[in-house]
């Protein structure tokens, strides 16, 4: 199985702050990564899909990077909104793996 | 606009069974691939398993904690994914989303949650 290792696991930050999260894979998958928001009782959301396509609707301050093996997830300048959990997701091999999430708490 | 609806969740005993469904509109159903995810209290998401559109084959994959208890099909005549959960432990209290499946999982519906207790 393929492991996603996601850092940090907690992320303290305040409105307006650059933001950076870090999904590492336990072996190459190509650009086959998706990451997810997740606002505490509510369904996941897609925010980036194949390392680095935005999702439709998304805001431009969302970015992804990376492929084989090291991610990341960029939010460049951090909105009220934006506190929430956030989870990277392979989707290169069975069986599709999530890493374990990194929530973004504010300072 | 797109609308994935889970129903079926409650609290059941330790070895039995549940039937979950996700009645699909908005787009169509007979050409999505389409899976459940998990998220037990307080915990990350799960992948549960994958149906693959009956173009593609229909077939199947599966986690490895629900392979051979759990089974997932879809009724394209009916816009409906089920997920038939047997054989039910505790540690498969969650709540279940189900998600249209691609290159990502695109949409989500809002979650069933299910209770294995005694």
Redesign the interface.
Known sequence: ?IQLTQSPSFLPASVGDRVTITCRASQGISS?L?W?Q?RPG?????LI??ASTL?SGVPSRFSGSGSGTEFTLTISSLQPEDFATY?C?Q?NS????????TKVEIK | EVQLVESGGGLVKPGGSLRLSCAASGFTFSKAWMSWVRQAPGKGLEWVGRIKTKTDGGTTDYAVPVKGRFTISRDDSKNTLYLQMNSLKTEDTAVYYCTTDGDAFYEWGRGTLVTVSS
Not at chain 1, 42 to 46: D, F, G, V
Not at chain 1, 94 to 101: M, S
Request: proline share 8%; aromatic share 24%; glycine share 12%.
């Open positions: 199985d086959y998706a997810y997740q509510k369904a996941p959301k897609l899909y194949a999702q989870y997701q989707l069975y069986p599709l793996t999530f890493g374990g999430g």
